[in-house]
């Protein structure tokens, strides 16, 4: 019976030395490839998959091992997708810990008022570790992609600042921006004002789109907003400059001539009365606010001054004063 005991005993040391060694690898620091490693998990990737992808990384130890960690630990399952960097000195509970917190790398995309859809595709085209999905998709391939089919984008997305992970794709982070955006005008539009010569939301968002390329002051924005608001109830051309830059598109030069204004293009609000057919840019929830509850005003003009703010003006007789005064410095 004696070799019995030292059987059972050599296995109990053999084990204790095993979960020594595997207490002091739990806290001891993994050795990296680089002072650095970063690796980005999507979505669906199993845990075993996870461990051979930091291997792969650069983090310099056996998968097997960092499996087992996982599944003993019992969190392997509470791994989050997402982009991660580890330091010198991460021990594998700090790793796993990390990956459960979803402590990610993020990125930052800005997306400014009164951008147009040319310019929200140069940003992501430049945004950093942004997968780059939709730069061979057409305009409606995209919007197709987005649940939108036979919708123009433009000013389809919010103005914000949006964090996103590494490695993901602008698709995801287009979405993000376009459900921002249909929370946004639908919030504004419950809240619209009585009796507004618009028909529904979209019209709302065109006219919004206008009031943001055209208000250089904050606190003109709903006398813009009036100006236009009471052109459309008169059934006057909104002759906005803004709508007829838009419409010109990369053939604009910087300065509007006679004949820009005189031809006549979907986009000519001085060759045509009503809205443009799509938003001519993104407006944010300023000009939004504006659009739908202008200010209670009969101003059917409006001049720059040419400090930002704009001279506003009931009938064409004041407004030609204004002009007098604040372009032609009479």
Do not use: C
Not at 247 to 266: C, I
């Amino acid at each position: 019976m004696k070799w019995l005991l030292r059987a059972v005993l050599a296995l109990m040391l053999m084990a204790g030395v095993a979960t020594g060694a595997a207490w002091l690898w739990l806290r001891s620091p993994l050795a990296l490839a680089a002072p650095s490693v970063e690796l980005s998990i999507e979505p669906g990737t199993n845990p075993a998959e996870v461990a051979r992808a930091w291997v792969a990384a650069g983090v310099q130890t056996d998968a097997r091992w960092l499996y087992q960690w996982f599944k003993f630990s019992g969190q392997a399952k509470l791994i989050r997708a997402g982009s991660y960097e580890v330091h010198a000195g991460v021990t594998p509970r700090e790793l796993l810990d990390k990956m459960v917190r979803g402590d990610q790398v993020l990125e930052q995309l800005r997306l400014i008022e009164g951008w147009n859809w040319r310019q929200v595709r140069a940003a992501l085209a430049a945004a950093p570790h942004l997968k780059l999905t939709t730069a061979s998709l057409s305009d409606a391939e995209v919007m197709a992609a987005l649940g939108q089919p036979g919708i123009a984008p433009e000013g389809r997305f919010f103005p914000d600042t949006y964090a996103y992970s590494r490695g993901v794709s602008d698709l995801t982070v287009l979405k993000r921006a376009h459900a921002a955006m249909q929370r946004r005008l639908a919030a504004a539009w419950g809240q619209r004002a009585a009796d507004l010569p618009l028909k529904n939301a979209d019209e709302a968002l065109i006219l919004a789109s206008i009031v943001e390329k055209e208000t250089g002051a904050p606190g003109d924005r709903s006398k813009v907003a009036a100006v236009f608001v009471n052109r459309l109830r008169l059934g006057m051309p909104l002759q906005t400059d803004p709508t007829v830059i838009y419409g010109l598109g990369e053939a604009y030069g910087g300065n509007l001539r006679k004949r820009d204004l005189t031809t006549d293009t979907p986009f000519n609000t001085y060759t045509r009365t009503g809205l443009p057919p799509t938003p001519i840019a993104m407006p944010g929830a300023a000009s939004l606010q504006a659009a739908l509850q202008p200010a209670a005003v009969k101003s059917l003009y409006f001049v720059a001054r040419g400090d930002g703010s704009s001279e506003f003006s009931d009938d064409l007789a004041a407004h030609n004063r204004a002009v007098n005064k604040y372009i032609r410095g009479k």
